[in-house]
C-alpha cells in the first residue's frame, strides 16, 4: 500500500512572513510539497489569478461550501472569509504526496482538531516590535488596523504551544532550510515507526 503523504501546517501572527516564507519554499526548483490553494471573499489584488493565489468566491457561494461540508477548516479574517478545500488535501494525501497549507491561527486550529498526526510548524517572530516593523513596511494597512494586529498578535503568539514546532523568521532563507530540515526529519521519524511497528506484527 501506498504511504500517506504528510499534512504541513505553516501559521503564526499576522505579518510575520508566512506568505513570504511560503513563496520561497515553492520557487525551490525540488520542492516537493503541493501547495493548497484556499478559497476567499477577499477581492483579488493587482496580479492575482484565480486558481493559482486564491479560489476567489462571493460570500453566498462560501457560506455554500461550508453548508456542504466542502472546507477542512474555515476563519473569518479582517472581514473575508479564508477556507481550505477538504477533497483537495485528502487526495493528494491519499496519493502520497505532502500538502502544504499556509493559513492563519484559527484555521490551524481547526486543522489540529481534525489531524492530530499533521505537522504544525509556527513562524516566530524575532521580537513583537519587529513584527510591529513588518506589518507598518508592509503598508497595506491602516494606523487603527496596525493596532488591532498587535493585539490579534500577541494572543496568536499565545497559541505557540500548541504547536511541533516553532521557527523563528530571521532570515527568509534560514527559515526556509528548517522548515525543509523539519519535514525531512518527520518522514525519516514516521518510517522508522513504521518499520519497527511492521516488525512487531510479523513476530506476534
Ligand atoms: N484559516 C485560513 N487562513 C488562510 C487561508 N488562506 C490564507 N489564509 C491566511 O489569511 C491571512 C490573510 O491573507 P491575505 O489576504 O492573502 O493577506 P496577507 O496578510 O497579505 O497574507 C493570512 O494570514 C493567510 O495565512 C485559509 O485557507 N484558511
Ligand atoms: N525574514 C524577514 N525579514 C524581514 N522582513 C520580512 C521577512 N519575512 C517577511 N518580511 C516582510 O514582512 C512583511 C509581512 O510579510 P507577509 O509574508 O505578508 O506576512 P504574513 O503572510 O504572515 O501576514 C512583508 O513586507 C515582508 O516583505
Redesign the pocket.
Known amino acids: 500500500m501506498k504511504e500517506k503523504g504528510l499534512l504541513i501546517v505553516l501559521s ?1 501572527p ?8 511560503r513563496k520561497a519554499i515553492f520557487s525551490q526548483e525540488n520542492t516537493k510539497f503541493e501547495y493548497s490553494i484556499s478559497m476567499t471573499t477577499r477581492l483579488p489584488r493587482e496580479g492575482e489569478v484565480d486558481g493559482v493565489d486564491y479560489f476567489f468566491k462571493s460570500r453566498e457561494e462560501f457560506e455554500s461550501l461550508i453548508e456542504q461540508g466542502k472546507l477542512l477548516e474555515y476563519a473569518e479574517y479582517v472581514g473575508n472569509y479564508y477556507g481550505t478545500p477538504v477533497d483537495y488535501v485528502r487526495e493528494t494525501m491519499d496519493d502520497g504526496n505532502d500538502v502544504f497549507l499556509e493559513i492563519e491561527v484559527q484555521g490551524a486550529k481547526q486543522v489540529r482538531d481534525k489531524f492530530p498526526d499533521g505537522l504544525f510548524i509556527f513562524l516566530a517572530p524575532p521580537s513583537l516590535s519587529e513584527l510591529q516593523n ?1 506589518i507598518v ?2 503598508g497595506t494597512e491602516s494606523e487603527e488596523l496596525i493596532r488591532n494586529r498587535m493585539d490579534t498578535a500577541r494572543s496568536e503568539i499565545e497559541m505557540m504551544n500548541l504547536y511541533d514546532y516553532v521557527v523563528e ?4 532563507a534560514t ?1 526556509v532550510e528548517k522548515i525543509n530540515s523539519i519535514v525531512q526529519a518527520e518522514h525519516c521519524r514516521r518510517e522508522r515507526v513504521e518499520k519497527r511497528y511492521k516488525k512487531m506484527l510479523e513476530v506476534e
Do not use: H, I, L
Open positions: 503564526g499576522s505579518g510575520v512572513g508566512k506568505g513570504t516564507v513588518r513596511t508592509r523568521n530571521n532570515e527568509v527559515a
